[in-house]
């Protein structure tokens, strides 16, 4: 399996961006992101990927949120959370999309994904559930949970 690096904020990885297929108004809000952190020399960029030669075949976004506003957990605590997962066409079937999960998952730590483009059964597939405390606020943005042993919902 190739291995997952963090991408460079930079205006290659900027480009490599545009071959997604979901590259609209949600990826120019990313590739603004990745040029603003590059006007301000910000070197802990949130997007990681898989390489494929030279090729970026797989990325998703990826930070880390404060259980604060509208808590999911009891007692809060912060999450992950998965945004802008996507293996580009070619590529998919190799198990890039699952590396990239896994390697999220290693981090021991509540995780939020906000799915699109249909891969809600993706999701579920690799263990993430939707969030029942609050349906309605949690499917607008189309979000499932997945949680180590030992993290409890909000009920």
Not at 123 to 146: C, P, Q, S
């Amino acid at each position: 399996m190739s291995e997952i690096k963090r991408l460079p904020i930079n205006y290659k990885t900027a480009e490599e961006f545009k071959k997604f297929r979901e590259y609209g108004a949600q990826e120019l809000q990313m590739q603004e992101e990745l040029e603003g952190n590059m006007i301000d020399a910000d070197t802990d960029s949130p997007f990681y990927g898989i390489y494929v030669g030279e090729n970026l075949a797989a990325r998703m976004c990826l930070f880390k949120k404060e259980d604060t506003d509208q808590p999911i957990f009891e007692p809060p605590h912060d999450y992950l959370v998965i945004w802008k997962l996507e293996v580009l066409e070619k590529y998919r079937g190799r198990g890039f999309g699952t590396a990239l999960i896994d390697y999220v998952k290693k981090q021991d730590m509540p995780i939020k994904a906000i799915s699109r483009q249909n891969a809600r059964s993706f999701f579920e597939k690799n263990g993430f559930e939707t969030l029942k405390y609050d349906i309605e606020r949690d499917l607008a943005d189309d979000a499932l949970i997945w949680y180590p042993e030992g993290y409890s919902l909000k009920q």
